[in-house]
């Protein structure tokens, strides 16, 4: 058979491979979209890397790596101010400790379920690999709403939430931290409840509070790496910030930082969003304006055109990709952008796409930016800077030691381009220049998997 022809072959025999393993995550795991969506998209990468190397199909690693090792479920019982006694269900996946403790986030929203856990956990094996910090992967949270609540409830509900959970982490097996709805108040009065139960063990949790253990820069690492990381995509292309316009979703901790980083950098940020609409500012979006509103007075982003009158609001969250725009950055939720606003994307002139939230482009709208030139950042890659701060945060705590700003911003930016340059490269490796989605990966997969491979089968 000639060279081609057998490389043709072995990418079909591992293309069959892989969709059988893909098949049995859906027959398993039924009715969990989010979840399939995130297997098949980083199942379809690593078709190349089972057709090269035959070791990781014979150690089953494919078929261990998309079974969680474990997965709590739990109630969370707690009284709202009326007396009412209230009832919402806790999770956490322990996914993937090959490479280091469990890692990542917990997130408090209405909508949460096994599915979305176990989406999140899994994209975070991956991207916690990414990092070249030694963390494994898990993700949790509750479908607890913190919008509406007084601090009274939140402190009365996390305090339920951590003393269930508490019996599951700890500093060197899983160290939580913070996603949508859990943000410095939620990990305050989460840290409180723990160290009530089993005393000061600092690492337990990351995004801490600086006065009791956290990290500078920490709070602003997912959006400033989403920056940084966008910033190597446009420098590989003789590009930069300076005078483009940018179009970023949400308006939480990585919008705002992410905000705050191209504005530094000299982009004008023009648009920003919240689960109820979108604001547009032609003359660019004041940042202090926004902070204000939402991380002191936790406000509806529609206020912000009270102090701007120029500035318009719209009701709703999808129009906001009808902007034109140079940079997308998706930063509020899964499945923010589907096919139909892609293209939208695509014709008003977009360059890049970099994502600061988790998987907010479908598998459709992924399709379109590649098909069309669109640069794109995939999240495990464009938003690691968060768990990779957290795990500096890790290390600072056992070390007990605290690093300047400046230290741990440098690190942030030397993480992120390591990260781009080892997905540029996987992706180089085997034949899919440019295609970021592919090289992060396979970069992310190949460390987790060698390591699976040297403990046996476990
Ligand atoms: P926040 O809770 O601070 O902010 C979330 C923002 O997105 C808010 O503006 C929220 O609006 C908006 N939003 C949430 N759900 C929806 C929705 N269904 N439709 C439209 N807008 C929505 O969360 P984070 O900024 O921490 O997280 C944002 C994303 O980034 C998530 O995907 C998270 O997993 C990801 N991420 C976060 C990291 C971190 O360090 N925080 C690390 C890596 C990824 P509203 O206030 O109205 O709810």
């Given at each position: 058979m000639a060279l081609t022809q057998q490389r043709e072959a072995g990418l079909e025999a591992a293309r069959k491979y892989v969709d059988q393993v893909y098949e049995t995550v859906q027959q398993r795991n039924p009715g969990e979209s989010e979840f399939h969506q995130a297997v098949k998209e980083i199942l379809d990468s690593l078709v190349p890397v089972f057709a090269k190397h035959s070791k990781y199909q014979e150690h089953g690693i494919l078929e261990r790596i998309v079974e969680p090792e474990r997965m709590i479920t739990f109630r969370v019982p707690w009284v709202d101010d009326q007396g009412k006694v209230q009832v919402n269900r806790g999770f956490r996946v322990q996914f993937n400790s090959a490479i280091g403790p469990y890692k990542g986030g917990l997130r408090f929203h209405p909508s949460v379920n096994a599915s979305i856990i176990k989406f999140l956990g899994f994209e975070q094996i991956f991207k916690n690999s990414l990092t070249g910090q030694p963390i494994g992967g898990g993700k949790g949270g509750s479908d607890?709403?913190?919008?509406?609540?007084?601090d009274l409830e939140v402190m009365r509900f996390t305090q339920s939430f951590m003393t269930e959970l508490s019996k599951y982490i700890?500093?060197?097996t899983d160290v939580p931290a913070g996603d949508i709805g859990v943000g410095a108040r939620e990990i305050g009065y989460m840290f409180g409840q723990y160290k009530r139960l089993y005393?000061?063990?600092?690492?337990?949790?990351?995004?801490?509070g600086l006065n009791y253990g956290g990290s500078l820069t920490r709070t602003e690492a997912t959006g400033y790496g989403l920056v940084y990381f966008t910033n190597e995509m446009l420098a590989s292309r003789g590009?930069?910030?300076?005078g483009k316009t940018v179009v970023v979703s949400g308006s939480g901790n990585v919008s705002i930082y992410a905000i705050e980083k191209a504005q530094q950098l000299g982009a004008k940020v023009v648009a920003c969003s919240d689960s109820n609409g979108y604001v547009y500012d032609k003359n660019g979006i004041n940042l202090a304006t926004v902070k204000r509103l939402k991380?002191?007075?936790?406000?509806?982003?529609?206020?912000?055109v009270n102090e701007h009158p120029t500035a318009e609001y719209v009701e709703?969250?999808?129009?906001?990709?009808s902007i034109p725009c140079d940079i997308a950055l998706p930063c509020a939720?899964?499945?923010?952008?589907n096919e139909a606003s892609a293209k939208l994307l695509v014709a008003n002139g977009v360059k890049y796409v970099a994502e600061?939230?988790?998987?907010?482009?479908?598998l459709e709208a992924i399709e379109v930016y590649l098909n069309n030139g669109v640069y794109f950042g995939p999240a495990k890659a464009a938003n690691a800077g968060g768990v990779a701060v957290s795990a500096l945060e890790m290390a600072q705590n056992s070390a007990r030691l605290a690093w300047s700003f400046e230290e741990v911003d440098a690190k942030l930016k030397d993480i992120m381009r390591n990260i781009y340059r080892s997905s540029v490269n996987a992706a180089r490796e085997y034949g899919y220049d440019d295609n970021l989605v592919v090289g992060s990966n396979i970069a992310g997969f190949l460390k987790v998997a060698d390591a699976m491979i040297a403990h046996g089968v476990v």
């Open positions: 607890f709403d913190p919008k509406g609540k007084s700890g500093p060197d005393g000061n063990e600092t690492g337990v949790l990351t995004g801490k590009d930069s910030f300076v991380e002191v007075e936790r406000k509806r982003i529609k206020e912000y709703g969250c999808q129009n906001i990709w939720t899964q499945n923010e952008i600061g939230a988790n998987m907010p482009s479908t």
